[in-house]
């Protein structure tokens, strides 16, 4: 049975490249996949299930192609995306996962998520995230006019792009204690997430001195980032997104 993993594509009007990159993936490489797993953040921004947009529109129609043709698709929602409904999921083909998701990998206990809630160092970040997760705030969101959650999606990007560059990059990565709490508490020892834009397999020593692995999915920019795992292997693959698309 072979898996893929994928995560941050940050897919928007303003990068159509991205756009067909994945469109052609879900037409190629997905194809030969049991089962497709997104990791958070496949939009850029998502201001409701109702906005059917061109972008969503065409999102939708290749997933549901993807999953009328025998792969099963699963979603964990991101920090961009994380009020994406079960109107979306259901259109796409899609289930939606709970924001840490234990499974079986490879034979070993695994854990998906998308990875912002590890990056506990970075407190005013946290904070968003516990507001932005109110339920009854993102009812209030999602019946504003669609024109007035552009704005307010707009605006967030905006604040979010300046307090990045005001960040340093260790406070905006994950924190090793947070990681090896997450493991411990559902004694895991796989993890693989998203987020921070640094694709890499890490090891992770436990307090038992157990070891575990954390293996981190790239974001989808100059190139296109997936984790394969089959029968075989374990394998985090890239190449180059044409700019031409």
């Known amino acids: 049975m072979t898996k893929l993993f994928i995560a941050d594509l940050h897919l928007s009007e303003s990068r159509p490249d991205l756009t067909q990159a994945f469109i052609r993936f879900l037409e190629t490489d997905a194809r030969t996949a049991d089962e497709l797993y997104i990791l958070g953040d496949l939009f850029e921004f998502w201001i409701g299930d109702d906005e059917q947009s061109p972008l969503q529109q065409q999102v939708t129609k290749a997933l549901r192609t993807l999953a009328d043709h025998g792969c099963q698709l699963f979603y964990s929602h991101g920090n961009r995306d994380f009020m994406i409904g079960r109107r979306f999921a259901?259109?796409?083909?899609?289930?939606?996962?709970?924001?840490?998701?234990?499974?079986?990998?490879?034979?070993?206990?695994?854990?998906?998520?998308?990875?912002?809630?590890?990056?506990?160092?970075?407190?005013?970040?946290?904070?968003?995230?516990?507001?932005?997760?109110?339920?009854?705030?993102?009812?209030?969101?999602?019946?504003?006019?669609?024109?007035?959650r552009v704005k307010i999606a707009q605006k967030i990007r905006q604040g979010s792009?300046?307090?990045?560059?005001?960040?340093?990059?260790?406070?905006?990565?994950?924190?090793?204690?947070?990681?090896?709490?997450?493991?411990?508490?559902?004694?895991?020892?796989?993890?693989?997430?998203?987020?921070?834009?640094?694709?890499?397999?890490?090891?992770?020593?436990?307090?038992?001195?157990?070891?575990?692995?954390?293996?981190?999915?790239?974001?989808?920019?100059?190139?296109?980032w997936y984790l394969k795992i089959d029968d075989r292997d374990i394998n985090l693959l890239s190449r180059p997104i044409d700019p031409a698309l």
């Open 90 to 148: 259901r259109e796409c083909g899609m289930t939606l996962l709970p924001p840490i998701y234990a499974c079986e990998l490879a034979g070993e206990k695994a854990l998906l998520l998308h990875g912002d809630q590890l990056c506990t160092d970075d407190e005013a970040y946290q904070r968003f995230r516990r507001i932005t997760s109110w339920p009854w705030l993102q009812w209030i969101f999602l019946h504003l006019p669609l024109s007035r």
């Open 161 to 224: 792009h300046k307090g990045k560059q005001q960040k340093s990059r260790s406070i905006m990565d994950v924190t090793p204690q947070s990681v090896i709490t997450c493991f411990e508490q559902h004694k895991a020892t796989l993890m693989i997430h998203g987020h921070t834009h640094r694709p890499h397999i890490h090891p992770v020593t436990l307090s038992n001195q157990q070891q575990a692995r954390r293996i981190v999915l790239g974001d989808w920019d100059t190139d296109l």
